[in-house]
């Protein structure tokens, strides 16, 4: 009983799959947006469109956020840190 709460507790917090960011990899290129593009990539090629597109909207959105947070940064930023 109290394996099986542990276990399920360590499945909910401890991510089983690490995307690696590359120092290539834009600045917006959280895990999360580079798993969902993988997913949306995944789901164009085997034909379910429409869910690809729903996911494009939401990774575009998710885009737009952090590049938005990204520009605030700079915005406050000094002339040598640019």
Request: glycine share 2%.
């Amino acid at each position: 009983m109290f394996i099986d709460v542990l276990k399920f507790i360590l499945h909910k917090t401890v991510p089983c799959k690490i995307d690696r960011l590359k120092p290539k990899d834009l600045y917006f290129g959280t895990p999360l947006i580079k798993s969902l593009l993988v997913k949306r990539c995944r789901l164009r090629k085997d034909g379910p469109t429409e869910q690809a597109d729903a996911l494009a909207v939401r990774i575009s959105h998710l885009i737009s956020v952090e590049r938005s947070k990204h520009l605030t940064r700079l915005a406050q930023a000094s002339p040598k840190d640019l």
